[in-house]
């Protein structure tokens, strides 16, 4: 058993963040002593593992950490069982990003060994969002964010060939694997270079781009949260065997 303080230095955190993730619910209830002390179990000090293992990585983006979250809540409520599926299909999902931002280095690579398209097919802005199941609005945003050139008619409207439509399959799976609009412009404008790396362009800050932009090592945030995870489902075993 354990008060406040001798479980919060069992993991190096504050005592208050012990409090915090009580009243959150990632940990069960503590039951108090007659001082009004609150008492933690070898339990808790699992839940307090698993919530800070899963929390560990903050560059994952909303949509994973709320499966985390999910997660954590059922290790606080003690439903190991459905925190191990839902840990197994997080797991899973993780892979399933990573294997889709390294596709997204491969689409660059193989786009910049394809000979150039001779089509004369055009398409406006909304055609092209519709084609390549994106918003107007994304596309008009990555225009303004001079990721893409598009030439226009004498109306002054934009059209797209077949070559920005490229460009837009490239951007969208960059975007989907949460690399930065920083990161893909900087693709963008040395793409042109004799056998340009790709990974190092979209990886590799500029001296003007503050600690926010370094969020596009994306593939390597999601390989440290799949090893986390990976441990965090061996303490929900481990704590599930102890139970038995």
Known sequence: MYQTKEIADRLGI??????????????????????????????????????????????????????????????????????????????????QEHKHALHAITIVEKWLQKDPIENYSTFSRKEVAQKLDITVESIRNWQRNHLLEVPRLTNGSPVFREKEIEQLIVIRSLRRAHYSINAIMRLMQNIEQPEPNVIALLNTPSDDEDIVSVTDQFVQSLLQAIDDTIEALSLIREVQNSQE
């Open 14 to 95: 504050h005592p208050n963040t012990v409090r915090i993730y009580e009243e959150w619910g990632f940990i069960s209830p503590a039951p108090r002593l007659e001082n009004g002390y609150r008492i933690f179990s070898d339990i808790h000090l699992f839940q307090l593992k698993i919530a800070r293992t899963l929390f560990k990585n903050e560059i994952i983006q909303e949509n994973l950490r709320n499966q985390a979250r999910q997660i954590v809540y059922a290790s606080g409520r003690e439903d190991f069982i459905l925190a191990e599926q839902l840990t197994d299909e997080y797991l899973a999902h993780l892979r």
